[in-house]
């Protein structure tokens, strides 16, 4: 596997030489740093990944099918968009405005049908095989999307993966090991108390006395020769962790109070909408990945009232405000947006009036970071339960993504027992996204 | 980007051997007979200059070969090709040194038939197609699957000649091949281009095809073994060496497949190898280890890098113990001069939180530095082996390995099995007794803890796993699937010991407990061929009467008899990491004839004691605490400062995870309240490896999910650096009314004496004038009680309190 991506390529060789034992890890930190400062983090592509938790009814948003008999089409009607011939569900009416900045992916296929298995399958680009214990933390067989990117991209002032505002395990770093896990944001920014834990100062220390604080550490600190290699690369981190609190820049990334109430009522005062903006924020200042995970989609009873009344309204309103927010501040070209989910819904509707899980064929969206965008790619059959048209696999997802990342997504990494292990298997990035 | 391309580049430059203008007296070449047959038509020579004060040298690349007759065999260099049958020689010419080597050409006119699995999977191997990360994956690659490894020969054969209608060969114009155009990139290929148009690979691959493409004569002699040359070599810095790799087949033959061959280095930045066995050393001494393999074939060439230019200050060293003998001798071997002792205070601190993963406290500082006994850090370690958290923190290091996990084998389950290991430690109950125990346990998981190790592993092949990597310190992973690539194991050795445990039964009762019995032996089967395989312990012919009782009380005999080669010296290879920071092998649980010890009498040695003292944990505790070598200073001199091998001085790190949420409870003296635990738990008294705590899973704490030491991490993070600047649970045990701060401020303590007690406290000895400074400063200008506890706030963040030094 070689790639002829010059990036790619200096990357890997320097992370081999990061591996093996003469080099400190402090040594390789440095490097790190260096790769990052010299390349320009201004010029990396971020990614704002949200995670529709339950499984995305796409037959009812993404994907409709007016023709099919109504136990199938179900109950929303296709509207038209700015886009010529494309049309949505009306349930996302604001939605089909923006759809102009959207490429809508229809044919998603693999063949995970539980939650865990879904989850593991389109946040790692790999379907996991039976030995998955979906029970266990931590039990991921691949590495996600996030901690590929937090492992093998550049970093910037902020943590590489942040996860918000409810991390669930397929996000999990596997055999990369923990340094590789996100940055867990267990709050929702739409709660009044929103406050992210270890970087604001605690109660009781003001930024006089935490200054003090800083100063007394570093004397103690610095009067050192500070020679271990250990002890260097902890200094890195405290390096950075010093420039996150003290940077207002990156502190603030942090707060969403300083949104003007236009600005924070544009996304909605909903956990979607405030999770988008937080994310804006976040990759603004500099984090390669931030992944939002959104509950509660799992419709297996009364799915057209559940998608009309909670679910899609709050969506509708997060998605264009971000799409729109990031264009007028110029930011739409240097982020990538995903809509994912770990699966679609059974074409017939149940006798709860519900969808259950659909794995065969299925919608996800992309936009941003100069892709192809307003078309539609690949096609399903009359009942949207069968793809007839270029497939597309988890893999081919997670090749697109990294690729956009600026991350060479041919190379192999190796797991601690030494086995390799492709970042992608198999996967191919979409080609049309990138015409 | 750019810098880092420089670097890596500049790495590679400096790597050009350097070993001309060295007076040189004799000339050795290997082999020293050359036949040139089969199908290869290729051999690798070495050439070796003794110089005159008696080192060998690598000549290899530097000599001059000449072939007497260009029609029968050429020479490329230190490679020899076949032309045609007959017999010549060539003449080497270092320096002003000559020797002259016949060389018989042979088989060229008749080569022997190509035999699909003799002679095509190795290449398939060398080039990398069969490789885990291409088509020698589960699932192939883009259609086209071949075995890892070419562990199965008969499918990579149907792969190849058979599947997709025959299409990937053309017997009719063999270099029309879509196998040919694709390895050569004459069609888009996404490996690339794996094989040169024209070299000796590709006229081996047109050749088979010409031929038919047969899977070859079945009575073709395969081959037994390899032999490696040099097997151990001392070498200098960029220097170099010449791998030299030699087949052996049934018949007796024997075929150079240096080429052919695949090598590894342990230690890429001390040595590394390219595709033809030519090794380079780098700009570091140390020692590196070169595995080889050829077709599940594995050698090893072991090579030292020794400092030049280094102080004879050899005379007068000190030693404690045999310890000390050992790796002072293989420090002379290497040029490196040991650091000083430690200091009392540096090595109190040490010695506690390495044994007993405690703090020592202002007192005990204090008491032990002021004593004036020659013999007190001896008396310290006895004090401090028989103190009851040494039970706590070694029974917490066995649940993380022996897979005690909450979230898998339930409350009860996790509560009786931590009681049970932290038992058989307290009791100082010899190591081999209770390892026999816990694998021929049975009985009921709420009552009896040792049975929960066989609930935390679904299938008779983890099983098979957990206690080979757990106890012997065997990685068999690999070997469920395909052969070991690095080690002697295949799937018969795997399943050959899964058939131990296929008779395991977990019946569930109805209080939500289990009983664990086995129910009697059953062979395992080969997944590739369905054969039954005998049950046997790995490299262990079998044992008589299987059916009798439960099979496992024979592998648990077998496990922890003397006669066991690993079980001795991975426990002691175990405590030897744990205590110095570096395994005698590494990693730790890895224990194979490829991954040799960086000082292999002292292993031996550690493993003997052990068995010897019957198998008493405390007992090589004891030898290793007391030695000069664990007492060393961290601070390096210019010898050994880039020493990471040979134990010439300590190893700074970072308190783990568990011990260092206790040390910051105790500096603040405000206890952690982990919920439904009594009141002053601490947390390397948990046996709930699930409880919340932010602070654990941030620092690391092991998921025991694996019984591969690999599974728990100490890589520093961001989330850390931030945790302990500004977490609130943190601030609220500086700022605790009932904690430390609070407490000494009551005492009416001068400034003098409350900063020299929080310096004992936290960092375990006297301030230093960098602690007064700053002690000075901000007490001087704000109320007492902040000061105090921002003073507290700055030694906890400090790396003289996070790390052990």
Redesign the interface.
């Known amino acids: 596997?070689?790639s002829k991506n010059a990036?790619g390529i200096?990357?890997r060789?320097?992370l081999?030489?990061g591996t093996?034992?003469?080099?400190s890890?402090a040594e390789v930190m440095r490097?790190r740093e260096?790769?990052a400062a010299?390349?320009g983090n201004t010029d990396d592509i971020n990614c704002i990944f949200i995670f529709i938790i339950g499984g995305m009814p796409h037959q009812d948003m993404w994907d409709l099918k007016p023709e099919a008999p109504p136990e199938i089409r179900g109950d929303f009607m296709p509207i038209s968009t700015p886009v010529p011939g494309v049309q949505i569900s009306d349930v996302l009416p604001q939605i089909a405005q923006v759809t102009d900045k959207l490429a809508i992916l229809r044919s998603l296929t693999h063949s995970k049908s539980v939650h865990q298995d879904g989850y593991h399958t389109m946040m790692t680009g790999k379907e996991p095989n039976a030995?998955l214990?979906r029970?266990?933390?931590?039990?991921n067989q691949h590495p996600s999307l996030g901690s590929l990117v937090a492992r093998l991209g550049n970093q910037g002032a902020l943590?590489p993966y942040i996860s918000l505002p409810n991390f669930i395990d397929s996000g999990g770093p596997s055999f990369l090991?923990?340094?590789y896990g996100p940055?867990v944001i267990d709050a929702d920014p739409a709660a009044p108390e929103f406050e992210v834990?270890?970087?604001?100062?605690?109660?009781?220390?003001d930024a006089e006395?935490s200054l003090?604080?800083q100063a007394?550490?570093q004397?103690?600190?610095q009067?050192?020769r500070?020679?271990?290699s250990?002890?260097q690369?902890?200094?890195s981190?405290?390096q950075?962790?010093?420039s996150?609190?003290t940077s207002r820049r990156a502190k603030e990334a942090f707060n969403i109070n300083v949104e003007s109430a236009r600005t924070r009522e544009s996304y909605g005062m909903t956990s979607i909408g405030q999770c988008c903006l937080l994310g804006r924020r976040l990759v603004e200042a500099g984090c390669r990945f931030v992944s939002i995970e959104n509950g509660h989609w799992d419709t297996h009873r009364k799915n057209t009232k559940s998608l009309r009344e909670l679910l899609c309204p709050a969506f509708d309103q997060a998605i264009p405000a971000l799409l729109n927010d990031l264009s007028d501040r110029g930011m739409l070209e240097k982020t990538l947006v995903v809509v994912s989910t770990e699966f679609g819904r059974t074409p017939r509707i149940n006798d709860l009036l519900g969808r259950d899980h659909w794995p065969n064929a299925f919608s996800i969206v992309m936009a941003g970071a100069g892709l192809t965008v307003g078309q539609t790619i690949g096609a399903t059959d009359k009942q949207a339960a069968a793809v007839i048209d270029r497939p597309i696999s988890p893999a081919d997802v997670s090749a697109t993504i990294l690729k956009v990342l600026g991350i060479d997504y041919?190379q192999?990494l190796h797991t601690?027992?030494?086995?390799?292990?492709?970042v992608v298997?198999?996967g191919q990035p979409i080609s049309e996204l990138f015409v | 980007?750019?810098?880092?391309?420089f670097?890596?580049v500049a790495?590679c430059i400096a790597f050009r051997a350097d070993a001309a203008e060295i007076a040189t007296n004799r000339l050795e070449v290997s082999p020293p007979e050359i036949i040139i047959g089969g199908l290869n038509r290729e051999q690798q020579i070495i050439v070796t200059a003794t110089t005159d004060d008696g080192r060998l040298l690598d000549v290899t690349h530097l000599c001059a070969v000449d072939s007497r007759d260009e029609q029968i065999c050429s020479a490329e260099g230190p490679r020899l090709l076949g032309r045609a049958d007959g017999k010549t020689s060539i003449r080497i010419s270092y320096a002003s040194l000559e020797k002259v080597v016949p060389v018989e050409v042979v088989e060229f006119d008749t080569p022997p038939p190509i035999h699909f699995q003799r002679d095509i999977i190795p290449l398939l191997s060398k080039t990398g197609c069969n490789?885990?990360?291409?088509h020698g994956?589960a699932?192939g690659?883009?259609g086209f699957k071949l075995s890892v490894f070419g562990f199965d020969p008969r499918a990579d054969f149907n792969a190849l000649v058979k599947q997709n209608r025959g299409r990937r060969l053309f017997l009719a114009v063999p270099e029309s091949s879509l196998l040919l155009r694709k390895a050569t990139g004459a069609t888009p290929h996404?490996?690339?281009r794996r094989i040169e148009p024209n070299s000796l690979d590709f006229n081996l691959l047109t050749g088979w095809i010409r031929q038919g493409a047969p899977w070859g004569d079945e009575q073709a002699p395969q081959v037994t073994h390899i032999e490696v040359e040099p097997r151990q070599r001392i070498l200098g810095m960029r220097g170099e060496q010449q791998i030299l790799v030699t087949a052996i087949y049934e018949d007796g033959a024997r075929r150079d497949v240096t080429s052919a061959a695949l090598y590894s280095s342990?230690?890429?930045?001390?040595a590394k190898v390219d595709e033809q066995g030519r090794l380079a050393t780098?700009e570091?001494p140390?020692e590196a280890a070169i595995t080889i393999n050829y077709m599940g074939h594995v050698g090893v060439t072991e090579v030292l890098i020794p400092i030049q230019n280094s102080v004879a200050a050899w005379e007068g060293i000190p030693v404690n113990n045999r310890i000390d003998e050992l790796v002072v001798a293989k420090l002379k071997k290497m040029g490196i001069v040991p650091s000083a002792l430690s200091n009392d205070a540096t090595f109190l601190r040490r010695l506690y939180v390495d044994a007993i993963g405690t703090l020592p406290t202002s007192q005990e500082v204090r008491r032990f530095v002021e004593e004036t006994q020659p013999s007190k850090r001896q008396l310290e370690i006895e004090t401090v082996l028989q103190r009851s958290e040494f039970a706590d923190y070694w029974s917490l290091k066995f649940a993380d390995v022996l897979l005690a996990?909450r979230?898998?084998i339930g409350e009860r389950g996790a509560y009786v099995f931590h009681q049970w290991l932290r038992e058989q430690i307290a009791s100082d109950r010899p190591y081999n007794e209770w390892v026999r125990e816990l694998i021929a346990a049975t009985g009921y998981s709420n009552k009896y803890g040792p049975v929960n190790f066989y609930r935390a592993l679904?299938q008779p092949e983890d099983m098979t796993k957990a206690i080979s990597q757990a106890f012997l310190g065997i990685?068999l992973?690999?070997a469920q699937c395909h052969h070991h690539?690095?080690d002697r194991w295949g799937q018969e050795d795997f399943f050959g010991m899964a058939g131990f445990f296929n008779g395991i039964e977990r019946k569930d009762l109805s209080d939500g407990s289990q009983l664990v019995f086995h129910k009697g032996h059953k062979q395992s089967k080969l997944p590739l061929t369905g054969e039954l395989v005998e049950t046997r312990a790995l490299g262990y012919d079998s044992f008589v009467n299987l059916e009798s009782s439960d099979p496992r009380i024979k592998l648990a005999d077998w496990v922890t008899s003397e006669q066991n080669p690993w079980f001795a010296r991975l426990m002691v290879n175990r405590l030897w990491k744990h205590f110095l920071g570096r395994g005698l092998v590494e990693?730790e649980d890895d224990l194979r004839a490829t991954n040799p010890a960086t000082n292999e009498p002292l292993l031996e040695y550690l493993a003997q004691q052990f068995v010897e003292s019957g198998y008493d944990i405390k007992s090589i505790v004891r030898l290793i605490l007391n030695s000069r070598t664990y007492q060393l200073s961290?601070e390096?001199n210019d010898s050994n400062?880039?020493d990471?091998?040979n134990f010439s001085h300590y190893f700074?790190?970072?308190m783990p995870a568990e011990v260092l949420l206790d040390a910051i409870s105790e500096v603040t003296g405000s206890a952690e309240q982990f919920p439904g635990m009594p009141p002053g738990t601490r947390s390397v008294q948990l046996w709930d490896n699930?409880l919340p705590s932010?602070f654990l899973?941030t620092f690391?704490r092991s998921?025991r999910?694996s019984p591969?030491e690999?599974?728990k991490?100490s890589?520093?993070?961001?989330?850390?650096?931030?945790?302990l600047?500004?977490?609130?649970e943190?601030?609220?045990k500086i700022?605790d009314e009932r904690g430390r701060v609070a407490l000494l401020l009551r005492t009416k303590l001068s400034r003098d004496e409350l900063v020299e007690e929080l310096c004992l406290t936290a960092l375990g000895r006297l301030p230093e004038?960098?602690?007064l400074?700053?002690a000075e400063?901000?007490l001087s200008d704000q109320p007492t009680r902040?000061a105090a506890e921002?003073?507290l706030?700055?030694?906890l963040?400090?790396?003289?309190f996070?790390?052990i030094k």
């Not at chain 1, 093996?20 to 080099?23: F, K, Q, R």
């Not at chain 2, 890589?715 to 945790?723: D, G, I, R």
Request: with cysteine; aromatic share 8%.
């Open positions: 596997m070689r990036r200096a990357r060789d320097f081999r030489v093996v034992g003469g080099l890890l490097l260096s790769c010299e390349s030995s214990d029970n266990n933390k931590n039990n943590p090991g923990p340094s940055f834990r270890d970087i604001t100062l605690p109660v009781g220390v006395r003090r604080r007394a550490l004397q103690i600190n009067l050192e500070q020679v271990d250990q002890i690369a902890l200094d981190f405290y950075k962790a010093y996150v609190m041919t192999v601690p027992l030494g086995r390799p292990v492709p298997d198999e | 980007m750019i810098r880092t391309i670097y890596v790495l490789n885990g990360g291409c994956k699932s690659q883009n996404g490996g690339g342990n230690a890429e930045t001390i780098g570091f140390g996990d979230k898998k679904d990685r992973d690999c690539p690095f990693p961290s390096t400062a880039g990471q091998q700074v790190r970072r699930r932010y899973d690391g998921p999910t591969c690999c599974a991490s890589e520093p993070t961001m989330s850390q650096a931030l945790h600047m500004n977490a609130p943190i601030e609220a700022s004038s960098k602690e400074e700053v400063r901000l902040h921002d003073f706030w700055a030694l963040n400090s790396y003289d996070l790390f």
